[in-house]
Nanobody, 116 residues
Framework: EVQLVESGGGLVQPGGSLRVSCAAS????????MSWVRQAPGKGLEWVSNITPGGTTNYVDSVKGRFTISRDNAKNTLVLQMNSLKPEDTAVYYCVRGSTWPYRPRGQGTQVTVSS
């Protein structure tokens, strides 16, 4: 059974940083593209970033230069380091196996709130 468990969300002030992680199990993590998507209040899912098995990364324009995606294939872990956070980054962040709609399977999500 595929399991994706996110952790690390929380409340942070604008300009602050957060690190969200995803523990993956039930599949061969190292051979899959992995992604982060997010869902802001009242909006649909938005793709944020992905990383290939070999480590090539891609980002949506709105987070380039602020977010960094990484993976540890030995530990089956996906990480999103978020710096210079803005209120518009407020969303539930989901770890996804793959990188295309409908963004499944995905985890239960972790809430990130950027507010003063």
């Amino acid at each position: 059974e595929v399991q994706l468990v996110e952790s690390g969300g929380g409340l942070v002030q604008p300009g602050g940083s957060l690190r969200v992680s995803c523990a993956a199990s039930g599949f061969s993590f190292s051979v899959y593209v992995m992604s982060w998507v997010r869902q802001a209040p009242g909006k649909g899912l938005e793709w944020v970033s992905n990383i290939t098995p070999g480590g090539t990364t891609n980002y949506v324009d709105s987070v380039k230069g602020r977010f960094t995606i990484s993976r540890d294939n030995a530990k089956n872990t996906l990480v999103l380091q978020m710096n210079s956070l803005k209120p518009e980054d407020t969303a539930v962040y989901y770890c996804v196996r793959g990188s295309t709609w409908p963004y499944r399977p995905r985890g239960q999500g972790t809430q990130v709130t950027v507010s003063s």
